[in-house]
Structures are given as C-alpha cells and as structure tokens.
C-alpha cells in the first residue's frame, strides 16, 4: 500500500487531520478517497476523505514538524486533509464504526483499489463504481435497502431518475420475482418495460393519458381502475380539494358517503371499501336536509368531477364494475372480494409501473393514497394469516405526495409505510427533488440516502436529518458533485462513498422519459409538428353500456384478460 502522510489530529473518535506530502496530494485528491491506518490496537480502519485545507500557513508549520523527532521522513508538509473513520476491517469484511481510538503520528495510506473491490463490491445491488476509483463497483445490501427505507434526493437534472432505473433494473436483474410497485409520477419510467419486458406492467388512467403512452412509448398500458367507492372520507375530500375549514361540505360528504356505504353494509365507517355508484353519492348529498349554498356547492363539485372524462378511471370504471357485479356473497364480504381482485392485480410480481403522468397533483396525491392503502390492506391481511408478501414501494416526487406541511391522504399512509414497514415486509424508497417540502417524518425514517447534486443549502439541511451523524461534513460538498455522482450512506451501503451512478442508458441502451432535451439537436434538425388533434380532447366514453363494442369494451377486456 502507498502511504500518503500521517494523523496529526483525532477529533472525537473519528475526524481525523491527516499531513500530506505534496508528492502524495495528487493521489487523493479525487472526491470520495478512501485512506486505510491503523487504530491504536492495530485493526485496520477505513477513513473517507471529506475535505482538504491549502493554506499557505501550513508550508511553515510543515517546515517546523520536519524538525521533530518521527516526522524526519515528511519533507515538505504543505497539505492537510480531513478524513471520517467510516469503519474497520477484520477478517477481509468491513464493519462500520470506530473499534479503537485512531492515534496521532500513525502512518496513512491510499486504500488500494484490489482491497476496496473486496470490501465494497460483493453486495445485492451493483449500482456505481467509486468516484475516486472507476474500476471498483460499488454495491449496496438490498435486506438493508428495502427494510430500512431508502431517499433518493436531489435537484432537478443530477440524475435521480436515472439511479431509481438502475437500481431496479439490477434488482430485476438479480432476483426471479421481486416485487415492486413504482409510483411514477411523470410517466419516465415506462421504456424499463421494453427492457425487462413482461417482468414490468405499465398501468395508466384509460382514454387520453393512456393514448399518451401509447403514442409516447409504443406501449399500452393496462387501464389502472381506482372506483370512488374504495377511496376514504379523506382521499374525496382531497379529489374535492375540500380543505379543514369548508367544515359543512365535508360533514355533508360524510354524511352522504356513509349513507350510500351504509346501504349495504349497516356498521360502515365512512373509510370502508363498500361498493356504491359515484353518481349515488352525488345524490344522496343534502338527502338528510342540507338544502343550502354549501350543499348545493358540493353537488356541483362532485358532478363536475363525473363530467371528466380523464377522471373516469375513479368515477365510472368499466371494469372494477363489472368486477363486483360477478361477486357473489353478502356485504361487506362481496365488496372485500371484489376490492382484493381489484388492486392485488397491481402488486403482482415484477415491476408495477403506476403511471400518473398528465393527472392533476390532486388527482395523483388521491390515487397513490387509495393505492397505497390497498396494498396496506394486502401486506397486513398477509402478516395477520403468518405470511409476508414483501414489496417495494418507490415514490416519485415524494413531496407532491407527503408535504412537510399540508395534511394530505397520501402522507398519512407514507408515514405509516415509513414507521411500520419493516414489520410488513413493505419497503419504501422516496424519490425528491425539493427536501425542504418534505415530510420530516418520511425523511428521517429513511435509512439510506443517495444524494445527488444539491446547491440549495436549505435542501442540504433537510438531509443532514436522514443522515447518519459522520457524513454530515460531506453534506456541503453536494453542490460539487457532477451529474450522475452521489453520494451513498446508511444502511445499505457497506460505508458512505462519492460514487458515480451506472448510466441507465448504456447499460441497457434504452432512454428513460426524462431525459433532457438536446436542444442544439433539436434546432438543428427542425422538428416537424406531430398531429396533436385526437389528444386534446378526452374521450367522452362513460361506461361500457353506453359505448357498444368501442373503445371503453375493449378496455374491459384487456383488464379482463390481466386479472384472469
Ligand atoms: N449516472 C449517469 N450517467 C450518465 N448520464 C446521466 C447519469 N445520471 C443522469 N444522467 C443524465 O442526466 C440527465 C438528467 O438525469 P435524470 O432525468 O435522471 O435527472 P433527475 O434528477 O431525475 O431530473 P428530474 O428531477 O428533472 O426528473 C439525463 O439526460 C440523464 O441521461
């Protein structure tokens, strides 16, 4: 191994100030270096480099330890660098942590790649190599990864997407039959599904948006049906955009909504799962008396929703209808069964790409939540019969669904997944651009963090909450990272590191949605207008009594074939 200088300072049990050599300086200057000294009872430990201190100063201090007695052989002391103790080796294994106190005067050395490749490469999830050193992959525990939640956070452009693509590309990779479900706000995800082909099942809102994907991708999506009578008090109230203070609607909406559940079932409780027709619930509204403004607001509110055709997924689906007109049995166990069928098609095995692209954020925050709470139902109806059906959940733009601070559907179900997960068997990764907006619960139930290129320095203080204690000192250096570069931490990885993300891309020689527009390309090439007509309008289609054999029939019949 190639020393590279020597501690002159221990702060607490693991920063270290290390004296460098100008010789030695070029050798670890790279982001994310790792050194390799001994502790004062001679177990190996791994430092991570974390920052550099040129100051002319020091060239006179170095000029005085030349003098003292064991420094003869550091010439010219120019150089510091501040280390973290990351963790120690025994046994050919890495274990994180500080086993004994590190001690000033010990010689440091360059990690040499070989070493590294033993101790950072043999994981689940290959997803980078180290920054420092391109030939040792990197790669990180997926137990670890999936029970102990993940954050992917950074701004725009540094290639979030591109590291949620490679790590469940791996993982489909790697494992016959995992179990992911991808909330996939901006539908970015889709082309995994030419990759991996009938491992990946795209889901979309039918009619236009499914139109949209189809045009987009050349793929169609399987119609995702979300029926308004499995949606809670709270999910319509948000599809309502009703807030706290429009106190009468909501106790009408509640009113009605129990009176229609109730119909069938005498005990419900206004979040139960028991069938009704949207359009009884427009009616049942004021049954009770309510004949004023606020009344007669929420009718036109509720109406004006079952005019849309792009929200007929939830307010007249074909096929979730025809689901629960096949059930047989008395309530509440007929609507339980047709529920079950309904959403267990979207946890199958493989990737579950829920694509929500082109839906309004309340649209989106109530889907994600009734989905959510679906799968809650699933995984803990499994636990509750002694069995587990372990599955990720990968949040896109998580604050769009968990605010820090706006009490939405979909937060509550978030957090109760962050804080209970583990025990399920239900593993939560949470995709952000803006952690400032975040939760604060979500973040800081996230046991791993990859962090890209962050500027924003109140982002950065909001993750310094989901982060382990000695990698705070790397937080800063975020805004330094290149596009693709991240930095790794917590539970999953073996030890923090700067790595650079695999590129989705040229691995698999596809491109996600998001990917940046080349403009110059573009403006070179003049790209003709694409006939946009058939999309600007959504299709009028209501039900499938209504329509004949056209479009929404076939529809039924294509989610038909996938449920069977
Ligand atoms: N590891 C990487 N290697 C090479 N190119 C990358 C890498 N990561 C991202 N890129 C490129 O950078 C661009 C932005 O990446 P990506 O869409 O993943 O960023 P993002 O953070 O998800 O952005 P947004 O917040 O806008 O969705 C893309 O064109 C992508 O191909």
């Given at each position: ?275 009704f027709k949207a359009r009884q619930l427009v009616e ?22 079952l ?8 307010t007249s ?248």
């Amino acid at each position: 191994m190639e020393e590279i200088g020597k501690i002159v300072n221990v702060f607490g049990r693991n920063i270290l100030r290390i004296a460098v050599p100008d010789t030695a300086f070029e050798k670890i200057s790279r982001p994310g270096t790792y050194v390799i000294f001994r502790s004062s009872s001679g177990i190996q430990h791994l430092a991570l480099v974390t920052g550099y201190l040129l100051v002319d100063e020091l060239y006179k201090r170095g000029r005085v330890l030349e003098e003292l007695e064991g420094y003869e052989d550091i010439t010219v002391i120019r150089n510091e660098v501040t280390a973290v103790v990351v963790g120690y080796i025994r046994e050919g294994k890495i274990f994180k942590g500080v086993e004994s106190l590190p001690a000033p005067g010990e010689r440091v050395f360059l990690a040499d790649p070989e070493r590294l490749k033993l101790l950072l490469s043999a994981y689940d999830v290959d997803v980078g190599t180290l920054a420092s050193t391109s030939d040792v992959n990197f790669t990180i525990d997926l137990n670890m990864l999936a029970s102990r939640h993940f954050a992917v956070l950074a701004m725009t452009g540094s290639g979030k997407s591109n590291t949620v693509a490679v790590v469940v590309s791996r993982i489909l990779e790697k494992y016959p039959n995992p179990r992911i479900v991808l909330i996939d706000t901006h539908s970015e995800y889709i082309p995994l599904a030419k990759v991996f082909k009938e491992r990946v099942r795209v889901f979309s809102p039918g009619g236009r948006l499914s139109e949209l994907v189809k045009l987009r991708y050349g793929i169609e999506p399987i119609p995702l049906e979300v029926p308004m009578w499995t949606l809670g008090f709270e999910e319509i109230a948000e599809l309502l955009k009703l807030d706290s203070r429009a106190t009468k609607q909501l106790l009408y909406l509640r009113e009605a909504l129990l009176s229609v559940r109730r119909e069938r079932w005498p005990h419900a409780a206004p979040d139960d799962p028991i069938y009704f027709k949207a359009r009884q619930l427009v009616e049942r509204i004021g049954s009770k008396g309510g004949r004023d403004d606020s009344a007669i607001d929420l009718k036109l509110k509720l109406s004006s929703l079952l005019d849309d055709p792009d929200l007929s997924f939830i307010t007249s689906p074909v096929m979730s209808e025809k689901i629960y007109e096949k059930t047989s049995g008395a309530e509440p166990e007929r609507s339980g069964r047709a529920y079950t069928q309904l959403y267990k098609s979207l946890f199958g095995e493989g990737l579950n790409i829920i694509a929500l692209g082109g839906l309004p954020s309340e649209v989106q925050v109530t889907t994600v939540a009734t989905i959510l709470r679906a799968l809650w139902r699933v995984v803990s109806a499994h636990v509750q019969a002694g069995s587990v059906l372990p599955t990720l959940v990968i949040v896109e733009e998580a604050h769009v669904y968990a605010p820090k601070d706006r009490d939405v559907p979909s937060r509550q179900i978030l957090e109760k997944i962050a804080k209970e997960g583990r025990k399920f068997g239900v593993g939560l990764g949470i995709v952000s651009q803006r952690p400032r907006e975040l939760s604060q619960t979500l973040l800081a139930q996230c046991g791993t963090l990859i962090a890209l290129r962050t500027t924003n320095p109140e982002d950065q203080r909001h993750i310094m909450l989901s982060v382990e204690d000695i990698i705070g000192e790397l937080i800063q250096g975020l805004a330094s990272l290149t596009v693709g570069q991240a930095l790794i931490s917590g539970a999953a990885a073996p030890v923090p590191a700067i790595i650079n993300v695999h590129s989705f891309t040229r691995i698999y020689s596809a491109e996600l949605g998001g990917k940046d527009v080349d403009w110059s390309k573009a403006w070179a090439e003049s790209p003709e207008f694409i006939d946009i007509s058939r999309l600007l309008f959504a299709h009028r289609e209501r039900s499938i009594e209504n329509t004949g054999p056209g479009e929404a029939r076939d529809r039924a019949a294509k989610l038909e074939n996938f449920l069977q």
